[in-house]
Each structure stands twice: as structure tokens, then as C-alpha cells.
């Protein structure tokens, strides 16, 4: 993964899949769909072509901005979320070392986003 991804101890992973079909390269502005399901539009404006067929992407929330990593790619690209599954469960990328256990089972907002959405989704389909 990039090197500036790996020193943010305040990151975490939100998906590690891989690209759906035939990835093209980076292009600003494109959706990308993963095989979790989830669909992530590039909003770096970059135009970085790179052929491969269904390459490992990894997608990464640092504060309230989210970065999507391809393997074969030299950088990762800011991405946000289009179209996520019902549930997104993040995974602290470094876990701090000096930090209450509290702290770090807190549920990350995208999760919690993801959660409030599926209980909605439930909710209709019980009503």
C-alpha cells in the first residue's frame, strides 16, 4: 500500500476486494464497483492509465475522506461512497497503542451510517 496510507495511526480500512471486470487506471470523476459490493467514485482529478483484470483494491477512511488503493497503481486516489452493502464493518488500520479499549471498539461513522440504513431497510420490509 502507499507509504502515506501506512504512518496514519487515525485510519481505517472500510474494504479490501477487488476491482469488478477490467480496471482501466485512475479516472477522476468514474465509478469503480468492488466485489463487496460497493461502488466508490474517484474525486482526485487524475487521469492514470493502468490495464488489469479484476486487481485487489483497498479503500481506507482517514478522518471523513475516504482513499481507494489498487494494487498495481503507484498512489492511492480520494474516493466516496456511491453505493455501499447493507454492512460496512471498518477495521482500525494501526491500532494506537495508548488508547482506552473503549476508544477502539467505537463503531467508525461510515459504519454507523451503513448500521442506521440497514435498520431502516429492515424496518420497511417488517412493516
Known amino acids: 500500500m502507499g ?3 501506512m504512518h496514519v495511526s487515525n ?13 482501466n487506471g485512475y479516472i477522476g470523476g468514474k ?13 482526485t482529478p487524475i487521469y492514470a492509465i493502468r490495464k488489469k483484470l479484476c486487481p485487489q483494491a483497498t479503500v481506507i477512511r482517514r478522518g471523513h475522506r ?16 456511491v453505493c ?3 454492512c460496512i464493518l471498518e477495521t482500525p488500520l494501526k491500532r494506537p497503542e495508548k488508547q482506552e479499549l473503549q476508544e477502539q471498539f467505537a463503531i ?5 451510517r451503513a448500521l442506521a440504513g440497514w435498520k431502516e431497510c429492515v424496518a420497511q420490509q417488517d412493516g
Open 66 to 81: 475516504h482513499f481507494m488503493f489498487v494494487r498495481g497503481m503507484e498512489r492511492d486516489v480520494e474516493v466516496e461512497a
Open 84 to 86: 455501499l452493502p447493507r
Open 108 to 112: 467508525p461513522h461510515l459504519t454507523q
Open 31 to 43: 465509478d469503480y464497483r468492488l466485489g463487496d459490493g460497493s461502488v466508490w467514485r474517484i474525486i
Open 11 to 23: 485510519s481505517y480500512i472500510v474494504s479490501m476486494s477487488h476491482v469488478e471486470g477490467q480496471f
Open 3 to 5: 507509504a502515506a496510507i
